[in-house]
């Protein structure tokens, strides 16, 4: 009998989830926050707890410098990456006949691994890339740019064309589901395209944008294949300094704290966004 | 109601590639005229009223609105108002906001904030501003959609099957306040919908439309009693259809030979003609009298069996098979004193009065 009441059964039909998420994202974290309050002593751990690992970090202005930057490309390429995601997911839902197809097209990039993505960039971006080439050909410039590629445009470039889906996906799922009569009766009540969109369809989308914007934001944040790839010393992030603690650093300690330093920003700027966003849409009428 | 038209079709047409969805759409109404487009779905009435709207633009002919051309001109900016089968109602916006929507940016909040007072108070909904959408029941949400459309003082107030969604009882209650409020408020109505009954207890008249062909335009009245063939005939209400024979015409009377009820004389329908000896006539269930005596005073009797019964509280229905009908017979007799009681096998005898058959013509649709 205690097979069959409504809780067990749930219980037993999470337990592959909780036990998944339990092994491989809280414990690695417990084991995350433990170290951070451990020191590197050379080859050992000096396990005392210490807060100097924080105060080092918080102190360092290096830290702080490559978190802030961190921060405001992973804000630039959720911009950038929502700002041209919503219009293609608009078409989608609402013009486009066959769907199903260009939502196979828009997962394409995915068919190729990020790596290659990253690199096919950095052929387009070069010096002696396809971009310079192509406007030298056409006797637009003299000599080749080199401002496109190794510095903080080339980061955002490259991840908002890696992202792209993650907010083109989200954003048509509500769009999707707005009724199409909401929109008839915001015409029928003397709105313009502009008006009714401004007023209707954009609130409706908010729950979208939202999501596609923590989708992008949390993970954009502590990429580091990117920054590294392209990003030349101008686009390091924080990322980098972390990959270092835990490498060539060998300061475990130190790159936990960072870690956790970086979850806690981010979660902090993400819930600020979540409730201003949802605060301005509640404010159209 | 003013004699002056508020609303002019001529010659509208909608054609989607081959399928032509409406055709041949003349139709003129009346400033505060409660007007109602009735057919079975897919007939063409909601495109007809999607076209006043300005959803839809006619592949051919006119649409006037108080004399104006609406030819290119955007739905919103035409002098109509919709309330939406589903009512649209703005799921991010509470009640207040919801009914202000047409206003904003058009009148200043105050003013704003008085009309939608008064608009809500109007459909019975007054001091619920501050409800949110998702908080609404089903009727609640069908009058938000009316004071959001009234508030905007259209000149004509479109309606897509706006009780389609209620259950019956409130459906019946919202028929008398929908009347009672188009009638207050003089504003010209035109609704669309699939039930009879809606139609008639609604309407001034009644456009039925099959096919996208506006069959006939009538007061529901007119409509029952003389209904301009076959088609319209058994999609208002319940019609016993029977073929007879023209045997003579004497002004307005004609005298024919019914299946089954033999030679009766009854009044020539307008609305229809009559080309040939063969013809159909009607007889609506209720005009029939039934009794287990052979009733005095009815020109045409007839001796039947009862083939079915059902009991449907304020009256019962009952299925008589006759000789010479193709068809069982349905009668339908009120429940008067609960006196009426005939059991499945019982045999009958049916009454019929000139008065009570309708000449159908010739038509063989």
Known sequence: ?285 | MTDRNIIELRGVEKRYGTFLAASGIDLDLKEGEFFSLLGPSGCGKTTVLRMIAGFQEPTAGTVLIDGQDMEGVPANNRPTNMVFQSYAIFPHLNVGNNVAYGLRGKAPKGEIDQRVAEALDMVELGGLQDRGASELSGGQRQRVALARALIMRPKVLLLDEPLSALDKKLREQMQFEMRNLQQSLGITFVMVTHDQYEAMTMSDRIGVMFNGRLKQVDTPTTLYARPCDQQVASFIGEMNILPAQLLGEIGNMLSIDAAAFGRIEIERNPNVATSSKDMNIGIRPEQLEIAAEKPEDYPSTVQGTVSNAAFYGENIHYHIRVAGAEKPISVSVPNYFHTVDFKRGDAVWLGLQGASVIDLGTDTK
């Open chain 1, 1 to 285: 009998m205690i097979f069959r009441s409504e809780a067990s059964r749930g219980y037993t039909l999470s337990a592959p989830a909780t036990a998944y998420v339990g092994f491989l994202v809280a414990a690695p974290l417990l084991i995350l926050i433990a170290y951070s309050f451990w020191t590197q002593t050379y080859v050992t751990l000096d396990k005392t707890p210490t807060l100097k690992n924080y105060s080092d970090a918080l102190a360092d202005p290096l830290v702080r410098h490559l978190m802030l930057r961190s921060i405001w490309i992973a804000g630039a390429v959720t911009v950038v990456t929502v700002a041209l995601a919503y219009p293609i997911a608009y078409f989608i839902a609402m013009k486009a006949r066959k769907k199903t197809i260009w939502l196979l097209l828009i997962t394409i990039p995915f068919w190729s691994s990020y790596l290659l993505r990253v690199f096919a960039w950095k052929l387009i971006l070069g010096f002696n890339g396809v971009m310079n080439s192509a406007l030298m050909m056409l006797g637009l410039i003299d000599e080749p740019l080199d401002f496109l590629l190794y510095n903080e445009f080339a980061v955002v470039l490259t991840l908002a064309h890696a992202w792209a889906p993650f907010a083109i996906l989200p954003i048509y799922v509500s769009l999707q589901k707005i009724d199409p009569s909401l929109l008839e009766a915001a015409t029928d009540l003397g709105n313009s395209p502009l008006q009714r969109f401004m007023r209707v369809t954009l609130p409706l989308t908010i729950p979208g944008i939202i999501a596609a914007c923590l989708i992008i934001f949390i993970p954009t944040v502590g990429d580091y294949v990117t920054p590294a790839l392209v990003g030349g010393s101008d686009g390091k992030m924080i990322a980098n300094l972390i990959q270092v603690q835990f490498g060539a650093a060998n300061n475990w300690p130190l790159g936990a704290t960072l870690s956790l330093i970086a979850m806690l920003s981010v979660g902090f700027v993400a819930i600020v966004f979540v409730i201003t966003a949802t605060q301005l849409g509640r404010r159209i009428r």
